[in-house]
């Protein structure tokens, strides 16, 4: 496997609905997207997970770009590849940029999935049929429209409701939902709102039977989450604080968490997330994936990564038609009675649709 040449697709697609998070609201949203061709013509596509405000983490979709252009492609282009796995090794000489780099680095592997003959699940080595799917949703003005919104989404028949939680929006919140649905699997998301002051009003939540409260502190903390964790009964799952195998393996030993959220873009990639996978899976931690309100490449990745047998409770990652009115791959991603098909044909399983990339496309860059 050899890159010839990268483009780099700055794409901009608004979203169905806004999405309201504690640290603020998106609805267009900036991406990139990765088209790499190996030598012998295949392509493989990534999707960059970056936003353009580094809320949820420190990269951009200017960062991203940035990185890639002047670092990480030109690290790539020309050179010799066995397996996808050895792009990890290639970047550890930059310092995190992690989303920046897993954008390229799913494209190596669906351009090794491809030569290799296997679909980017089989690639991974997911043996999943069919996978769970959660639905995560944000902060809404009232909680009457949140109620309506959770009801909508248990009828299309989503497998379990995350509601983002925030200072002045949480036990209230989650009370009034656990009134309303009493037995359906719950969970809050607080994209670390809290600090560890806040004890006292978080091990309120332990009264709702949540399955997990996912990353209540500080973005990069695990040592104040193993002391909130010893005072809660809920588990704690961490999103933000894990970046890399060593954050995993860290939090596992510390007891910071009882559960991992995994996202690609978070860790750099595929093979990292691989590798947490399965450290978490021989330490008894369950594992599920999450989301990064992708276009369908990330999509597709997502499915492929969830394919792998620790991913044991539903993910973020929902129908197309949940976010966008016509997504980039055909056919679009579908949920059917709360499960996505995992697609058996080679590659990612899905085809890219240019036309749609190149009218939502605003600026691409040619590396070769
Ligand atoms: O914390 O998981 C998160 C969306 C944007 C940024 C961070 C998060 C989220 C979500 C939505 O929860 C996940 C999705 O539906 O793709
Ligand atoms: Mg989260």
Known sequence: MKLTEVKLYTMEMRMKTAFTT?????????????????????????????????????????TSLHMLQDF??????????????????LFQSIRRNNMAKSAIEGAVWDIYAQLTKQSLAQAVGGTREKIEVGISIGI???????LQVIAQFLNEGYRRIKVKIK?????HVIRQIR???PDIPLMADANSAYTIEDIALLKQLDEFNLMMIEQPLAHDDI????????????????????TSFDDARKAVKLGSCGIINIKIGRVGGITEAKRIHDYCEAHGIPVWCGGMLEAGIGRAHNI???????????????????YWYEDVIVPEVTVDAGYIYV?????IGYDVNRDIINRYAKNVVVIK
């Open 72 to 89: 990480l492609v030109p690290m790539l282009i020309g050179r010799e590849l066995g397996h996808p796995d050895e792009v990890t090794g």
């Open 343 to 347: 697609p058996k044909e080679i590659g």
């Open 167 to 171: 200072p002045g929006w949480d036990v």
């Open 140 to 146: 809404q003005p009232t909680v009457g429209e949140l």
């Open 22 to 62: 504690s640290f603020g609201t998106m609805q267009d949203k900036t991406f990139l997207l990765i088209e790499a061709k190996d030598e012998s013509g295949v392509v493989g596509w990534g999707e960059g997970v970056a936003f353009d405000t580094p809320w949820y983490t420190e990269e951009t979709v200017k």
């Open 304 to 322: 492929a990564l969830t394919s792998l047998m620790n991913f044991v409770m539903p993910g973020d990652t929902a129908a197309s038609s949940r």
């Open 179 to 181: 009134a309303r649905f």
């Open 223 to 242: 040592v104040d989450h193993a002391i909130l964790q010893k005072q809660l009964k809920t588990p704690i799952c961490l999103d933000e604080s894990i």
